[in-house]
């Protein structure tokens, strides 16, 4: 459970009870399911963490709703889009090991995450994670309901995979960019966990330098 979740629930079992006492129990009901969300809504279940070589985990729960290529300073990048409802856990995870480079965060609208624009309009945190040979970039971006996002880690910290770094409040998305070369696991439609569900397989830099001067054709052998 997330501290949050107790807090909230707290206030409104308190709230409850108060009402109960000088308004009668029925006025009490409201107030206590809503402490009944709360609770629910802030559950941080356990998760097995694949440790296959490579591997990416999702960030998040939710569904993936795209799989595209996109660029990112020059440089090509896949793209894997995931919704977050408000039914989704919403505790964050990292998608690899590595050291986290940069944490910048981009004030911004806030758009409905189903939207294509939230991925560069609406408010989000941006973290670069190098680990295994290879660079992520993954975002928390904030939705129609999301207005509060939350990342621990700071730059310099070392990440393992799956590792709870934060949450983002309520209904949001996910966007993880990972190099052209990603061998992809999921497509749009697909259900994923957080920390548990792969979502694509990368190369460490050098295996692929090496297979690049191995290639057939008119490239170095």
């Given amino acids: 459970m997330v501290r949050?979740?107790?807090l909230y629930a707290l206030g409104l079992v308190l709230a409850g009870i108060l009402l109960g006492w000088f308004a009668g129990p029925a006025w009490a009901v409201v107030p206590l399911l809503l402490a009944w969300f709360f609770l629910w809504f802030f559950r941080d279940p356990e998760r097995a963490i694949p440790d296959s070589p490579g591997a990416i985990v999702?960030?998040?729960?939710?569904k993936v709703t795209d799989v595209s290529g996109v660029t990112v300073a020059g440089e090509k990048k896949t793209r894997i889009s995931i919704?977050?409802?408000?039914?989704?856990v919403h505790v964050n995870r990292s998608p690899i090991a590595g050291i986290?480079?940069?944490v910048r965060y981009q004030?911004?609208?806030f758009l409905n995450a189903?939207?294509?624009?939230?991925?560069?309009?609406?408010?989000q945190n941006i973290v670069r994670?190098?680990?295994d040979g290879q660079t992520?970039?993954?975002?928390?971006?904030a939705g129609l309901l999301a207005r509060r996002i939350v990342f621990h880690p700071k730059v310099g910290d070392r990440l393992e995979r799956g590792q709870r770094v934060g949450l983002i409040k309520f209904g949001s998305r996910t966007d993880v960019l990972l190099d052209a070369s990603a061998s992809l696991q999921v497509k749009v439609g697909d259900r994923v966990w957080g920390g548990a569900s792969i979502l694509a397989y990368l190369q460490p830099q050098g295996e692929l330098a090496s297979a690049g001067r191995h290639s057939t054709g008119d490239g170095v052998r």
């Fill in 100 to 102: 986290v480079r940069e």
């Fill in 129 to 131: 994670v190098e680990g």
């Fill in 4 to 6: 949050d979740g107790y």
């Fill in 136 to 141: 992520v970039i993954f975002k928390q971006i």
């Fill in 83 to 88: 919704f977050l409802n408000v039914f989704d």
């Fill in 58 to 62: 999702s960030p998040a729960d939710g």
């Fill in 114 to 123: 189903m939207d294509e624009a939230s991925a560069e309009e609406n408010e």
């Fill in 107 to 109: 004030r911004g609208k």
